[in-house]
């Protein structure tokens, strides 16, 4: 972890959803996760699907609640909607009556920003789509909507990136090339990113530091591998390196019977 304070720290947080409906039935998301993402860190989160991986980003974005534990971030507890950071969602968040550049500049308009549209304009070119501003999102691949959505999320500047399977739908060429550009990017300020990702090679590719949750209920973290590969890295070529193989290894190691056991879980449901 980056020395000094650390841009997020979840401190002993625990999350509990309870039934509106019985408030008796409760639902532990994630139990006593103590995670510390430093400024300037680059860190991922892997585990099986339903471990509470978008409940963790969730909270860190400031719209969840934690139930017990604190939060805080740059040192000071969060209370309320993490201002300091941008959000990346997996789904698609681009509003399909506004163009590409409306989109971009949406943020930066309600912030009240006096050269919205520059600014916009200049993260679509930054993006590579400098001459796509005036389509819509249906007028866009799935690989630019993406593009568009990572410039709407840099355009406000946050000190935090916050990124839920971003790019979990694209083809495998499009993505490697979104990736590589979201590292070029972070390289060039170097902002706090809290990663989400199902895929253990894009974690290993991109990352700081990989953190390992457990299958849930109460899902916590079971394991922490810091990425002692060389940047700049190209993710598709640090994945042929033999320490990638070996890290691949050692997490998969750790990682292999928390998928199976959240794979069982899923046919019990």
């Keep these: ?32 996760v103590t995670l510390r993402v430093g400024a300037g860190e680059f860190v991922s989160v892997v585990g099986p699907t339903g471990c509470g991986k978008s409940t963790l ?60 549209r520059a600014q916009a304009d200049d993260w ?32 406000l500047d946050p000190d935090i990136i916050l990124m839920d399977e971003p790019f979990s739908a694209l083809d495998v060429q499009t993505r490697q090339l979104m990736e590589n550009e979201v590292l070029e990017l972070w390289a060039a300020k170097k902002k706090a990113v809290l990663f989400i990702t199902h895929d253990l090679d894009e974690a290993i590719a991109m990352s ?12 916590h973290p079971i394991g922490e591998f810091h990425v002692d590969l060389d940047r700049p890295r190209d993710v598709a070529e640090v994945r042929t390196a033999p320490r990638f193989v070996e890290l691949h290894k050692a997490i998969w ?11 069982r879980q899923q046919l019990a449901a």
């Design 208 to 219: 700081d530091r990989v953190v390992v949750l457990s299958a849930g209920p109460a899902s």
């Design 1 to 32: 972890m980056a020395a000094g304070t650390a841009a997020l720290a979840f401190d002993a947080v625990s999350c509990t959803f309870i039934s509106r409906d019985d408030p008796a039935q409760r639902y532990t998301a994630v139990r006593d």
């Design 253 to 263: 190691d750790v990682l292999r019977e928390e998928v199976l056991k959240g794979y």
């Design 57 to 116: 980003l969730n909270m860190a974005a400031g719209l969840l609640t934690p139930s017990s534990g604190e939060l805080s971030v740059f040192g000071e507890s969060l209370a309320g909607i993490n201002a300091r950071a941008g959000y990346m969602f997996q789904a698609e968040s681009l509003m399909p009556w506004r163009t590409a550049l409306q989109n971009v500049m949406a943020g930066l308009e309600f912030r009240g920003i006096a050269n919205a």
């Design 124 to 155: 679509l070119k930054r993006v590579g789509l400098g001459g796509f501003g005036d389509r819509y999102p249906h007028q866009l691949s799935g690989g630019m909507r993406k593009r568009t959505s990572l410039a709407q999320t840099l355009a």
